[in-house]
């Protein structure tokens, strides 16, 4: 690994690493002070129970305004910096030379149990290689070909939709939409597809968060998703004609080698990378249409506006609140030094909303000139591969809805993910009214 | 003013004026060229501005440096021609100049 220091052992330092702090849950919620009334040192929002109840918003509001680098020496996650402003964020993303993605993305560390090696959390020059060999099948031609595929699917699923009744949207669209664009790109055996977005909490979900009992069953979860894919990759050997992702890898004189373990991490990235993002992007559109009804109307008279709104979507929920860095060597910053081997939190939920670049930044507005520059995909080397996959889906899903549908009006409870990390929502009880 | 000329992928051509001191990648957003994002807003860190520019003014706009030539590495259909136009800044040499807008920015 050319571009770790010396100094940072992986295994030693961090695999497993864990923090005396109290571990809270979602049935025993960290106690919630208003960040204003907090000493600023003390204010920590990489915390799961914030975001769980929506309460993060005036903990970054506070530190863009007063601490735009700001150090909590105590956490669940250990001791971290903050970065917040828009600017800021965007420069620390560019800087790959001196911010390592390695050896892991999320402020929470890594467990340990399954390591599985993932571009995303790799530096140059191991991450170009690898990111190469598999973005053909997100690049511009295969796009073409799989927007009739989706829109075929993705109108399916709003036929099938009870107009009149409540249901869960996430279970029935966002998760359903995402589960069948990952199968589509994999060539997944569509009758299995459920294990997909089955693998895909598995592998983010944290111990807390409720989505597997114990270690142990995670650890044995994500096993058999190794095996499953390794069956897929057997088979798919010699299948020169197949344009999914895994018969290109396994047939591409660069990727045929690849060691089992790389595979498996590769496949695991799209699964994760695809899934909990354009999963909460669709659940966040409903989301902020029904809480901003203008929007709503401008929408149905022009069905034009999808485009920019999908954008919009994206920087008014930013799917992942953060990306993580370490510090290769010491660094300036307001005032403050990063030392060498500090983790470093690039809050995107907070550059999103930072009113030096977006204008009334908590106002969900379909027409916002600048909605494209939000940082929901981060920038530099590492900017989401899947961006327009993701993006396409979303305008799919919205353009066929308005043929098809005046409203989407939530009727119940909001539950939120309890995680600092994937930013978005586990209920979202609706009803459909029929145009 | 410089005149830049931008093939679309429908084989449309768009011709703009430059202006001296600001990029390619500006002029065409300045003119509504379809094709060109430019998601950062020229700071070499989306790479969606990406044009192939037209072999006859390869000399003239030079090479890209190490950050662009990483941005452009992430794009599996980059070409000996690639560049990413906020990075190209408009002089009275490109008078002339011709680049061609790939289907989608990526
Ligand atoms: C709205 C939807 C999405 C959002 C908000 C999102 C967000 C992100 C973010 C923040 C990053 C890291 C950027 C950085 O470190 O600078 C990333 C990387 C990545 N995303 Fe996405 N993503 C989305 C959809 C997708 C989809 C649909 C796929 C795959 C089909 C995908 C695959 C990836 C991959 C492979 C990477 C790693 C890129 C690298 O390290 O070079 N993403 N995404
Ligand atoms: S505009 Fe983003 S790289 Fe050129």
Redesign the interface.
Same mark, same amino acid.
């Given at each position: 690994m050319a571009a770790v220091s010396e100094k940072f052992d992986y295994d030693q330092d961090y695999i497993g690493a864990e923090f005396d702090y109290p571990r809270y849950s979602k049935d025993n919620l960290e106690p919630y002070v208003d960040p204003y009334e907090l000493p600023l040192d003390e204010l920590n929002p990489a915390s799961p129970s914030l975001f769980f109840r929506n309460l993060h918003w005036r903990h970054f509001k506070r530190l863009r305004e007063e601490a735009p680098l700001h150090y909590t020496a105590q956490s669940m996650h250990g001791p971290y910096w903050s970065v917040t402003r828009y600017r800021d964020v965007?420069a620390i993303?560019?800087d790959?030379k001196t911010f390592s993605s390695y050896p892991a993305i999320t402020v929470a560390e890594p467990d340990g149990d399954l390591p599985l090696p993932m571009f995303i959390a790799m530096d140059?020059p191991q991450h !170009?290689p690898q +990111? +190469?060999a598999v %973005?053909?099948v997100? !690049?511009? =031609?295969n796009?073409?070909a799989l927007e009739p595929i989706i829109r075929e699917r993705a109108g399916a699923i709003l036929d099938g939709l009870p107009v009149g009744e409540t249901f869960n949207w996430v279970d029935k669209v966002s998760i359903e939409q995402t589960t069948q664009m990952l199968a589509t790109l994999f060539d997944f055996p569509f009758e299995d597809r459920y294990k997909l977005t089955r693998w895909s909490d598995v592998t983010t979900g944290s111990p807390e968060s409720g989505v597997v009992e114990s270690r142990e069953a995670r650890r044995l979860e994500l096993i058999e998703c190794r095996e499953y894919f390794d069956r897929l990759w057997q088979q798919r050997i010699g299948n020169t004609e197949g344009n999914d992702l895994i018969s290109l890898l396994a047939n591409d004189p660069v990727t045929q080698d690849m060691p089992p373990d790389q595979f498996l991490g590769n496949l695991v990235l799209l699964i994760v990378g695809g899934n909990d993002t354009t999963r909460n992007s669709l659940s966040a559109s409903v989301v902020a249409l029904n809480q901003f009804p203008q929007q709503f109307d401008k929408l149905r008279a022009n069905s034009g506006l999808v485009g920019n709104m999908v954008s919009e979507v994206i920087r008014w929920q930013t799917p992942l609140s953060h990306m993580r860095r370490r510090a290769l060597r010491d660094v300036e910053m307001h005032g403050k030094t990063i030392r060498e081997g500090d983790k470093v939190i690039m809050w995107y939920v907070s550059g999103n909303r930072d009113s030096e670049v977006f204008e009334n930044p908590d106002d969900f507005d379909i027409e916002r000139g600048n909605a =494209? %520059?939000h940082v929901s995909?981060g920038? !530099?080397?590492h +900017?989401c591969?899947g961006? +327009?996959v993701g993006e396409m889906q979303l305008r799919i899903v919205w353009e066929e809805f308005l043929k098809r549908f005046r409203n989407v009006e939530i009727v119940g409870d909001v539950e939120r993910v309890y995680s600092d990390f994937v930013h978005g929502y586990k209920t979202l009880p609706v009803r459909l009214h029929a145009r | 003013m410089p005149r830049l000329t931008f093939i679309c992928h429908d084989g449309a051509s768009h011709e703009v004026q430059g202006e001296v001191g600001r990029s390619v990648m500006n002029a065409a957003i300045d003119n509504l060229v379809p094709g060109i994002d430019a998601d950062c807003g020229g700071e070499c860190a989306c790479a969606t501005c990406h044009v192939y520019v037209d072999e006859a003014w390869l000399d003239k706009v030079g090479t890209p440096d190490e950050a662009e030539d990483a941005m452009l590495d992430l794009n599996p259909e980059r070409a000996p021609n690639s560049r990413l136009s906020c990075q190209i800044p408009v002089t009275d040499a490109l008078d002339g100049f011709r680049a061609r807008v790939p289907e989608f920015q990526m």
């Amino acid at each position: 690994m050319a571009a770790v220091s010396e100094k940072f052992d992986y295994d030693q330092d961090y695999i497993g690493a864990e923090f005396d702090y109290p571990r809270y849950s979602k049935d025993n919620l960290e106690p919630y002070v208003d960040p204003y009334e907090l000493p600023l040192d003390e204010l920590n929002p990489a915390s799961p129970s914030l975001f769980f109840r929506n309460l993060h918003w005036r903990h970054f509001k506070r530190l863009r305004e007063e601490a735009p680098l700001h150090y909590t020496a105590q956490s669940m996650h250990g001791p971290y910096w903050s970065v917040t402003r828009y600017r800021d964020v965007k420069a620390i993303d560019m800087d790959h030379k001196t911010f390592s993605s390695y050896p892991a993305i999320t402020v929470a560390e890594p467990d340990g149990d399954l390591p599985l090696p993932m571009f995303i959390a790799m530096d140059q020059p191991q991450h !170009g290689p690898q +990111r +190469r060999a598999v %973005s053909p099948v997100v !690049g511009p =031609r295969n796009l073409a070909a799989l927007e009739p595929i989706i829109r075929e699917r993705a109108g399916a699923i709003l036929d099938g939709l009870p107009v009149g009744e409540t249901f869960n949207w996430v279970d029935k669209v966002s998760i359903e939409q995402t589960t069948q664009m990952l199968a589509t790109l994999f060539d997944f055996p569509f009758e299995d597809r459920y294990k997909l977005t089955r693998w895909s909490d598995v592998t983010t979900g944290s111990p807390e968060s409720g989505v597997v009992e114990s270690r142990e069953a995670r650890r044995l979860e994500l096993i058999e998703c190794r095996e499953y894919f390794d069956r897929l990759w057997q088979q798919r050997i010699g299948n020169t004609e197949g344009n999914d992702l895994i018969s290109l890898l396994a047939n591409d004189p660069v990727t045929q080698d690849m060691p089992p373990d790389q595979f498996l991490g590769n496949l695991v990235l799209l699964i994760v990378g695809g899934n909990d993002t354009t999963r909460n992007s669709l659940s966040a559109s409903v989301v902020a249409l029904n809480q901003f009804p203008q929007q709503f109307d401008k929408l149905r008279a022009n069905s034009g506006l999808v485009g920019n709104m999908v954008s919009e979507v994206i920087r008014w929920q930013t799917p992942l609140s953060h990306m993580r860095r370490r510090a290769l060597r010491d660094v300036e910053m307001h005032g403050k030094t990063i030392r060498e081997g500090d983790k470093v939190i690039m809050w995107y939920v907070s550059g999103n909303r930072d009113s030096e670049v977006f204008e009334n930044p908590d106002d969900f507005d379909i027409e916002r000139g600048n909605a =494209r %520059s939000h940082v929901s995909f981060g920038f !530099g080397i590492h +900017r989401c591969m899947g961006n +327009r996959v993701g993006e396409m889906q979303l305008r799919i899903v919205w353009e066929e809805f308005l043929k098809r549908f005046r409203n989407v009006e939530i009727v119940g409870d909001v539950e939120r993910v309890y995680s600092d990390f994937v930013h978005g929502y586990k209920t979202l009880p609706v009803r459909l009214h029929a145009r | 003013m410089p005149r830049l000329t931008f093939i679309c992928h429908d084989g449309a051509s768009h011709e703009v004026q430059g202006e001296v001191g600001r990029s390619v990648m500006n002029a065409a957003i300045d003119n509504l060229v379809p094709g060109i994002d430019a998601d950062c807003g020229g700071e070499c860190a989306c790479a969606t501005c990406h044009v192939y520019v037209d072999e006859a003014w390869l000399d003239k706009v030079g090479t890209p440096d190490e950050a662009e030539d990483a941005m452009l590495d992430l794009n599996p259909e980059r070409a000996p021609n690639s560049r990413l136009s906020c990075q190209i800044p408009v002089t009275d040499a490109l008078d002339g100049f011709r680049a061609r807008v790939p289907e989608f920015q990526m």
